[in-house]
């Protein structure tokens, strides 16, 4: 059973927004770029992962997604985790192409792409080990002493040969292509099959951990000047007017209701989780308060406060 689903990363929608806000000539654009490419990968690797755990029969289990939980000064963040009766499941999920080395003499990790260039990462089975340590640490303090923890890495790219796993002390057992992901998870519940927990003990540790999640900050701090205003979506200006109950772009003679919306959704990526009646009318450059007004109802958004002390929270997963 999926109890926590997958959404967007919010810092795909924040990296998205800056790139619409940004000049074109921004030196910081094409590290953006570079960072949005690995942000989606990732998130593509994530939903295949998904898509083939939806294959099985998942009543006997609990999945929760893109989990995140403070631990004493730290945290981890976890892809997926299943939680059964007999253990918790670690999924650590990497969508890398090329011939992929993990191990060797100092536990690296390296991918030499076709043209032979090699490149390091973080060793994803380090980081797998270290969310397992963290997990347990968790799940101890909530009283669950007894319930093992293990973690599977798998690779979701097609394109990615996993050529190497020296000196690794049996990770081939925690390594896997997606495709034999439905095989281990089988082979690991007959492995574990003492159960630990009862059905109302496992619901309760699946509500403790969707209490104990947080949604992952990001930084909303960028030295690059943002642009204000409607954007219009042919011709991407931002000189957009409001006329007619409507929004107007001069350039193309188009009119487009609802376009303020992904302004103002913009404006809680790269200004504020927040906003009121006087900065959406600045960011908006509208002059009229009452439209304004009318314009952040008509979002449904979730206000606080009465009159002028009026504001509303950002509607997105994360602030």
Known sequence: MIIKGRKIPLIILYKEALLRRITQNSPYRPKIKEDLLKYWSGYHGECMVDRHLSTIDTKNFYILNDLHIPIGDTSFQIDSLLIFKSLALIIEVKNISGSLSIGGEFNQFSRTTNVGITMGFTNPVSQAKRYTHHLKQWLKDKGYFELPVEFLVVFTN??????????????????????????????????????????????????????????????????????????????????????????????????????????????????????????????????????????????????????????????????
């Open 158 to 319: 097609p394109a990615a040969v996993l050529t190497g796993l020296q000196n690794s002390n049996r990770l081939e057992d925690h390594i896997i292509k997606v495709e034999d992901l439905i095989k281990k998870i089988t082979d690991i519940q007959m492995t574990f099959s003492k159960s630990f927990l009862d059905d109302r003990e496992t619901k309760q540790l699946v509500k403790k951990l969707l209490k104990a999640h947080v949604d992952f900050p990001i930084i909303t701090k960028t030295e690059e000047t943002i642009f204000t205003g409607v954007q219009c979506v042919t011709f991407m200006n931002f000189g957009m007017e409001r006329k007619k109950a409507s929004w107007y772009c001069s350039e193309c003679n188009s009119y487009d209701k609802n376009v303020h919306e992904k302004a103002i959704f913009d404006y809680f990526l790269l200004v504020k989780p927040t906003i009121n009646n006087s900065p959406a009318r600045a960011f908006l450059h509208l002059s009229s308060p009452k439209i304004t007004h009318i314009l952040l109802t008509s979002m449904n958004l979730v206000s606080l406060g009465k009159n002028k002390a009026k504001h509303y929270i950002t509607p997105f997963h994360a602030l």
